[in-house]
C-alpha cells in the first residue's frame, strides 16, 4: 500500500470536510466498522470497531479493547476543514455585464494565491420534496466554473511591492456574462443533483453551504519526487494518515480517532473541539461517569496538525534551533503559553514510540517575538483533562490555495501514528 498515493486520491475527493467525511466513512465500513447513530444507545461490544458522523463534517472512530477502555484511550485528533472562500447566501451578483459570486473567507486565509486560479464549487445542499421534507445532499461541480482574476500590473504598478487584498471587493469571482439566465445558481444546483440521481426535478433547493476550490489535483512533484504538492494538506493529510493508522494497527488498549470540523476558526460549533462530541463517545464507552476521570488520566491525546517548515527564502521568520526541514520527520510543536499541549513527559512518549519505528523526529517553537498558532490538542485536553501532544509534517504555504510536503514525512507520521496506537505503556513513572 502506498500512503502517499492512497492521500492524492483522498485529497482529491474531498474538496469540502462533508466530502472528507463520506469518503472517511466509506473507508471505515470497507474494513467492518459498524456506523453508530448518537441518537441511539447501542451497547459496545469488546473489540468492536465502530464510528459516530456529527453534522456530516466531523467522525469519532474507534476500536474497543477486549478488556474495555479501563487501560485508557489511545486517541488522535485532526480536522476536516481548511480555509477558503465559502459563497454567501444571496451569491449571484451582476456587475456591470458579468455574473459573480459573493464569497466571505474562511478561516485564516492566504489570499492573494486564489487569484488567477480554476474554481470550483462543491459543499452540502438542503432540499424541500414535493412532500415537504427537508433532506441534505453533497454536490461537487467538478469542472472550472469561476474564476478570479487578478488586476493587470498596466492598471496597478505597486501590485509587485505590496497589493492589499480587500475580500469584499476583489475576491469575487467571475463566472459568467450578464444578461442571460444561463446562471440561475439554484437552478445549477439542482440540476446537477438531478444528473447525479440525488435529486428530483420537482425538489427545491432550499439552503447551501458551498465553497470554492482549485481544481488542480494534488500532485507527487520534484526532481526526485520528493514533495506532494496541493490544496488543504492542512489538514486532510492527518485525517488520512490518522485513519489508515487507525485501521492498521492492533493494540491491547482501546484506540480511536477524532476528526472535527471548524478548527481553522476557533473549534466553537457543535462539530468542532469545543463541542461534547468526543467526550459523549468516550462516556458511551467508559459507560460510567464515575469511571470518566480515571479512564481519562491512563489516556492520551496525539493532535495531529501540519507544522511551518524551515522556509530557505525567509530564514529570518524562524527560531534558527526550532526550524523544521521537509523530509526530515515529524514535528513535534512546543509552546510556553500552551497554544501547543507538548509536555515534558509527552514528548517523550513520542519519541519512545518513534525510536520503536525508527523515525527521525523535529521540534518546532515559533520566534519569541512572534505570535503562535493552536491545534485542537489543548481544546481537547482542558475539555477532557486528558495529557495531550501536538505532532505534525513540516509544510511551506500553510493556509494557501496549495500547499508543500515531504513526501517521506507522510510515510514516517503513519509509521509514527502506529507506533503510537501500539506502545506498550503510556505511563511515566
Keep these: 500500500m502506498s500512503v502517499n498515493k492512497n492521500l492524492l486520491d483522498f485529497i482529491n475527493r474531498s474538496p469540502t470536510p462533508f466530502h472528507a467525511v463520506k469518503n472517511m466513512r466509506t473507508e471505515l465500513v470497507k474494513h467492518g466498522f459498524k456506523e453508530l447513530r448518537e441518537s441511539e444507545s447501542e451497547k459496545l461490544e469488546p473489540s468492536g470497531q465502530y464510528f459516530v458522523v456529527r453534522n456530516n463534517s466531523s467522525l469519532v472512530a474507534f476500536r474497543v ?14 480536522h476536516t476543514d481548511s480555509p477558503c472562500l465559502k459563497l454567501k447566501p444571496n451569491a449571484v451578483v451582476e456587475h456591470d455585464g458579468y455574473m459573480q459570486l459573493g464569497v466571505e473567507p474562511y478561516g485564516g486565509v492566504l489570499m492573494n494565491p486564489w487569484f488567477d486560479r480554476d474554481l470550483s464549487l462543491a459543499g452540502r445542499v438542503t432540499l424541500i420534496s414535493t412532500d415537504k421534507i427537508l433532506f441534505s445532499r453533497l454536490i461537487d461541480f467538478e469542472t472550472p466554473i469561476a474564476f478570479i482574476p487578478s488586476l493587470a500590473i498596466h492598471l496597478d504598478r505597486e501590485a509587485n511591492s505590496g497589493r492589499k487584498v480587500n475580500p469584499q471587493t476583489m475576491l469575487p469571482p467571475v463566472v459568467g456574462l450578464s444578461g442571460t439566465d444561463k446562471f440561475n445558481l439554484k437552478q445549477l444546483i439542482l440540476d ?17 453551504e458551498l465553497s470554492l476550490y482549485d481544481t488542480n489535483p494534488a500532485a ?15 489538514n486532510l493529510v492527518s485525517c488520512w494518515i ?24 476557533g473549534s466553537g460549533s457543535f462539530a468542532g473541539a469545543r463541542s461534547d462530541l468526543l467526550e459523549s463517545v468516550l462516556m458511551r464507552m467508559v459507560g460510567d461517569a464515575a469511571k470518566f476521570s480515571s479512564v481519562m488520566s491512563r489516556s492520551l491525546l496525539v493532535s495531529a496538525d501540519n507544522a511551518h517548515g524551515l522556509h530557505p527564502n525567509f530564514l529570518e521568520k524562524h527560531d534558527q534551533s526550532h526550524g523544521p526541514i521537509l523530509n526530515a520527520g515529524p514535528v513535534l510543536k512546543f509552546n510556553a503559553n500552551q497554544s501547543y499541549a507538548t509536555n515534558s513527559e509527552t514528548a517523550a512518549i513520542l519519541n519512545l514510540a518513534a525510536r520503536n519505528k525508527n523515525i527521525p523526529i523535529q521540534s518546532f517553537v515559533s520566534r519569541s517575538d512572534m505570535g503562535c498558532g493552536s491545534t485542537i490538542g489543548p481544546l481537547t485536553s482542558t475539555r477532557l483533562g486528558v495529557k495531550a501532544l501536538d505532532v505534525g509534517i513540516p509544510t511551506f504555504g500553510m493556509h494557501s490555495i496549495r500547499e508543500l ?8 507520521l503513519y509509521s509514527l501514528l502506529c507506533g503510537l496506537f501500539e506502545l506498550p505503556s503510556i505511563e511515566v513513572a
Design 192 to 208: 446537477k443533483l438531478v444528473d447525479s440521481q440525488l435529486a428530483k426535478k420537482t425538489d427545491v433547493v432550499s439552503d447551501f
Design 242 to 265: 490518522g485513519l489508515k493508522a487507525l485501521i492498521d494497527s492492533s493494540s491491547v488498549d482501546t484506540q480511536l480517532l477524532i476528526c472535527n470540523d471548524h478548527e481553522e476558526v
Design 220 to 234: 507527487i512533484i520534484g526532481l526526485d519526487e520528493a514533495f506532494i504538492a496541493g490544496s488543504r494538506l492542512d
Design 65 to 78: 479493547s477486549d478488556k474495555g477502555s479501563m487501560a485508557g484511550v489511545r486517541m488522535v485528533g485532526a
Design 405 to 412: 510536503a515531504g513526501a517521506q514525512d507522510l510515510e514516517a
